[in-house]
């Protein structure tokens, strides 16, 4: 999904080319608000994609499709010039599936690191906090984790996840900086890290993280 922002009066929705989600809102228009207005149109979105998967053939592969940021993507797709990776065609037919799922861990990889370090810097700037270094783990049986020598790692498996979901993994794991524990004030620090992106209730990522977990977990 891609939200573009410009000097509009309205909110409004459509599919571009590539099957990725546009969502263009007036300058100022708060996250929440794009939500909700995401949320309101979930049932068109989701029948618009269906229409859509249901014309396009592509490579018979995992679904034909991989998720990044909780968004179909085609596999076809990991050709363009915007996936950053000097990709070998032949790499594309059935015969060479080891040789895709290799390519896709590096480009969940990669991303996982740019996306997941910069997002880890910004959030303990914004709330004081002081951290040693960010790791990027394989791990299947947690999201991330936080050390007593203040070294926090993550899976790269968020990367499939929506942003405001991985954004919450972070700050729980920042929020263990303070408190090594699950107590009330550990998820008062939560909520209140959280509060400070303007996202909306922090407890919906947990459970969308609880219920989706094993489409994260298909590389």
């Not at 995992?62 to 065609?89: A, G, P, Q, R």
């Not at 709330?127 to 960010?134: A, I, K, T």
């Not at 991985?166 to 700050?171: E, S």
Request: glycine share 0%; hydrophobic share 40%; aromatic share 16%.
């Amino acid at each position: 999904m891609q939200i573009i922002k410009s000097f509009r009066k309205t909110l409004s929705m459509k599919f571009d080319s590539f099957w990725t989600l546009i969502v263009k809102a007036p300058y100022f228009t708060s996250d929440r608000t794009i939500h909700n207005f995401i949320e309101k149109n979930k049932l068109w979105i989701d029948k618009t994609r269906n229409n859509l998967l249901e014309k396009i053939k592509v490579f018979d592969f995992w679904e034909k499709f991989f998720y990044l940021w909780n968004e179909y993507v085609l596999l076809s797709d990991l050709t363009s010039e915007k996936m950053k990776f000097d990709w070998i065609n032949f790499y594309l037919s059935n015969k060479h599936k080891n040789k895709i799922k290799e390519k896709l861990l590096e480009f969940y990889k990669m991303e996982s690191i740019l996306y997941i370090k910069t997002k880890v810097l910004e959030i303990a700037s914004v709330n004081n906090l002081n951290y040693n270094s960010v790791k990027i783990t394989s791990a299947k049986t947690r999201w991330g984790s936080c050390t007593s020598k203040k070294n926090l790692n993550f899976s790269f498996r968020l990367i499939m996840a929506p942003k405001s979901s991985i954004d919450y993994v972070i700050v729980h794991e920042l929020a263990h900086l303070l408190e090594m524990n699950h107590s009330p004030k550990f998820r008062h620090n939560v909520s209140t890290f959280f509060d400070r992106l303007d996202l909306w209730n922090y407890k919906d990522h947990q459970k969308w993280l609880k219920i989706n977990w094993n489409k994260l977990m298909y590389v």
